[in-house]
């Protein structure tokens, strides 16, 4: 009885949303598999700038010393100079394997970004928008949204220490989140707008990473 | 030195670190990017040294990301004198910006590094601050207007102005013979606040940034791409001046034209179109960034040449720009958005 009701309600909602869509087809799906699936995803790793370089006092405390526990960086003392004491990050070789330094152009200075899984398109959606040109009419057409999940994460991102530092992971890593970007029709293809490269920095809020 | 002062240095100094680790440097990877981008679009060899740095200006201005973003290009904004819509588009920004922590109506050099700190201090101690407060404006005038090739220098300065402001600030409370101890851990509470002794949160992310830059770059140049023709002798189209217009299409000044020359000479907005390369980057950039092409598409012979249709453009441009600002406006004193 309560499957039958929930069946009918799940038919009535696509009833009333999306009877008038068509429904993706598994061709679309494998069109944006094609772009991202797999591509590595990366958040900020304690500093946006390389070599990560600060105080030893910035850089001490129990985030720093998660990742350092795990075995991705190790602090290096740098010269004294007569100042405060101040440390360099040095990804160890186990860390260099989820280590992304990003260089949005090839004469860009470097970012380092740590990766901590791979993305999985689980499901696309039609959605309908104003796709018409910002100095046309308004024209309503469909650009497809996706679905996806972050997997095969590397075993360092189990550990409780570094779940407790940084929370975000869990999120990340346990929830089906969906995309911002989206793709849209260019012939009769579905072409994402935005990062399809093999390794991307992940749709977070700029508050959100590594960091100390 | 008291641990005090001492430790108010060091809470300073590390977070003067995270501004130009996590702000300034990842701006000016997203600045370089979106500047290369577009200079390979027009393919343009270099602009003039004045045009660059009214690019930086306008991107700081508009595309903030930080508060630190909006208070230096605030301190610069006469660069962009002699352009008044966009000027109107960069102030509005920028006030929006420094709202978020209170310092429209206040110094904006003096609240990002020393807070309110000067609302407690007064007499001679706070003379000496204001003296600190003076030069450091003054070093700080104009800086992203100079020295083009070199942005990071340029950021680093305005951030190591501030942070001697507030070292000179802390130091003059410190040493105060007239403040009770009272007043001086007030004080202190203060300068502890300002945006200067705290990280930012998080970081600046070039790569979402740059794109959003680039698409700001060509909207300024449709903007900027509008003029009133006037026929100085009626009938003949060879007698004709032109003037750039100063305000926004979104304004009620914005001029109608006239074709009616017994009401005074006959009059048109004028608007050039960039061309049919740098029109599809446009496209491109926009596709990117908002989710649909910029341009209308064209019937069999191109796109529209009515004016109104290019009109629509400059308006258009007027609101994506607009929508820029929106999405890269702080929505705290340490928030970042990209």
């Known amino acids: 009885m309560t499957r039958a009701l929930v069946a009918g309600l799940v038919l009535l909602a696509a009833c009333s949303e999306g009877a008038s869509q068509p429904q993706p087809s598994g061709e679309a799906l494998a069109q944006i598999r094609a772009q991202v699936e797999g591509q590595r995803q990366c958040a900020p790793l304690l500093s946006g700038t390389w070599p990560i370089e600060f105080s030893a006092d910035a850089l001490s405390g129990a985030k720093v010393d998660a990742l ?7 602090r290096v003392a740098l010269p004294d100079t007569g100042d405060r004491p101040r440390v360099r990050i040095e ?10 330094l990003r260089r949005l152009d090839p004469t860009s200075p470097a970012e380092p970004l740590l990766c901590y899984g791979r993305k999985q398109v689980v499901a696309v959606r039609p959605e309908t928008r104003d796709t018409g040109a910002a100095t046309g009419p308004t024209v309503k057409g469909e650009v497809l949204r996706y679905d996806y999940r972050i997997v095969q994460p590397p075993a360092w991102t189990q550990r409780a220490d570094i779940r407790a530092a940084f929370p975000f992971l869990t999120r990340q890593l346990d929830e089906m989140h969906s995309a911002e970007q989206a793709a849209t029709r260019e012939g009769d293809r579905w072409v994402l707008n935005g990062d399809t ?3 991307a920095s992940a749709e977070l809020p700029a508050d959100q990473g590594f960091f100390p | 030195m008291p641990d005090r002062l001492q430790s108010y240095r060091n809470q300073v100094s590390d977070a003067v670190d995270a501004w130009q680790a996590n702000v300034c440097n990842p701006y000016i990877i997203a600045y370089n990017t979106a500047y290369k981008s577009y200079n390979d679009t027009f393919k343009k060899q270099n602009d003039s040294d004045k045009a660059r740095a009214e690019l930086f200006v306008t991107a700081a201005a508009i595309l903030p990301g930080s508060i630190l973003m909006a208070t230096a290009a605030t301190s610069s904004l006469r660069v962009l004198a002699n352009r008044g819509a966009l000027r109107l588009l960069a102030g509005r920004s920028t006030t929006r910006a420094l709202n978020v922590y209170n310092a429209v109506a206040a110094n904006a050099t003096a609240t990002f590094a020393i807070g309110k700190a000067l609302d407690i201090v007064k007499d001679e101690t706070g003379k000496v601050i204001k003296d600190s407060v003076v030069k450091a404006m003054s070093n700080s ?14 950021l680093n300065s305005w951030l190591i102005n501030h942070k001697l402001l507030a070292f000179e600030a802390a130091d003059a409370i410190e040493r105060s013979g007239s403040l009770s101890e009272r007043d001086k851990a007030r004080a202190y509470d203060s300068l502890r606040a300002a945006p200067i002794a705290n990280k930012p949160k998080g970081k600046i992310d070039p790569a979402r940034l740059a794109p959003k830059i680039e698409l700001g770059f ?5 903007l900027d791409s509008d003029e009133l023709v ?51 980057q446009i496209d491109k950039v926009h596709k990117h960034v908002r989710g649909n092409a910029f341009y209308a598409p064209g019937g069999w012979f191109g796109k529209s040449d009515a004016g109104q249709a290019r009109l629509k453009e400059v308006a258009a441009a007027e609101r994506t720009l607009t929508w820029l600002s929106d999405m890269t406006q702080p929505l705290a004193p340490l928030g970042l958005r990209t």
């Open chain 1, 68 to 74: 350092v526990a795990a075995g991705l960086v190790r």
């Open chain 1, 91 to 100: 990804p160890t070789e186990a860390g260099k394997r989820d280590l992304w």
């Open chain 1, 197 to 199: 490269g093999k390794d």
């Open chain 2, 141 to 154: 005038r104009d800086l992203l207007a100079t020295d083009p090739l070199n942005r990071d220098k340029q």
């Open chain 2, 218 to 222: 060509y909207m300024v140049w449709v």
């Open chain 2, 230 to 280: 006037t026929q100085t002798i009626p009938g003949n189209m060879h007698s004709l001046t032109s003037k750039p217009i100063d305000a926004l299409p979104s304004s009620r000044d914005y001029p109608r034209g006239n074709t009616d020359p017994s009401r005074g000479p006959v009059q048109w907005v004028g608007v050039t179109r960039p061309g049919g390369d740098v029109e599809d």
